[in-house]
T-cell receptor, first 114, second 111 residues
Framework: ETGVTQSPTHLIKTRGQQVTLRCSSQ?????VSWYQQALGQGPQFIFQ???????GRGNFPPRFSGLQFPNYSSELNVNALELDDSALYLC?????????????FGPGTRLTVT | KNEVEQSPQNLTAQEGEFITINCSYS?????LHWLQQHPGGGIVSLFM???GKKKHGRLIATINIQEKHSSLHITASHPRDSAVYIC?????????????FGTGTLLAVQP
């Protein structure tokens, strides 16, 4: 157990809808990163939040957005869902930014877009 | 060409064998991660390193910054080591901060 939790575990949405995924960081961690993992593929970095500000972003369109709260928990929001957004969404918490330390991953949220 | 390449893509070993998984990258990095992913999705971070060598139990990770290459070694492999092993590098800084992942190595250790 890493101490990182994600909710919900599974989610089914329709194309065009919006979704919010949540992540609670391990206690004391000030950095959270979000990843998308399509079936059979490796994770893709979406973005990272460090002390409530976006601090790095992968090749994802603006309809992928996020928030980090003062308690360092985080949300990933995806607007105008597309079929290709179906994937496992992982968050990971760490201390001190992407290069600051080992990342602790949550169990993921499985999103299916129909 | 991917910025992070792993080899081999698939590896089958017999229990007890010494295993090496390689990772090469073409970008400047500040850190490299080795991750383990079991069927069902859970990812565990094995190592984060920026130079030299780290050891944890039967696992050893090395990195050569000049050659832009890292290796993950597993000594005395066991069937419970069967998983996908993923190399990821931290590249950039500030707004260009990002993690770039390799495609993973699927390891199967047979009893």
């Amino acid at each position: 157990e890493t101490g990182v939790t994600q909710s919900p575990t599974h989610l089914i949405k329709t194309r065009g809808q919006q979704v919010t995924l949540r992540c609670s960081s391990q206690s004391g961690h000030n950095t959270v990163s979000w990843y998308q993992q399509a079936l059979g593929q490796g994770p893709q970095f979406i973005f990272q939040y460090y002390r409530e500000e976006e601090n790095g972003r992968g090749n994802f369109p603006p309809r992928f957005s996020g928030l980090q709260f003062p308690n360092y928990s985080s949300e990933l929001n995806v607007n105008a869902l597309e079929l290709d957004d179906s994937a496992l969404y992982l968050c990971a918490s760490s201390l001190g930014g992407l290069a600051g330390g080992v990342q602790y991953f949550g169990p993921g949220t499985r999103l299916t877009v129909t | 060409k991917n910025e992070v390449e792993q080899s081999p893509q698939n590896l089958t070993a017999q229990e007890g064998e010494f295993i090496t998984i390689n990772c090469s990258y073409s970008v400047g990095i500040s850190a490299l991660h080795w991750l383990q992913q079991h069927p069902g999705g859970g990812i565990v971070s094995l190592f984060m390193l920026s130079s030299g060598k780290k050891k944890h139990g039967r696992l050893i990770a090395t990195i050569n910054i000049q050659e832009k290459h890292s290796s993950l070694h597993i000594t005395a492999s066991h069937p419970r080591d069967s998983a996908v092993y993923i190399c990821a590098v931290h590249s950039g800084g500030g707004a260009t901060n990002k993690l770039i992942f390799g495609t993973g190595t699927l390891l199967a250790v047979q009893p």
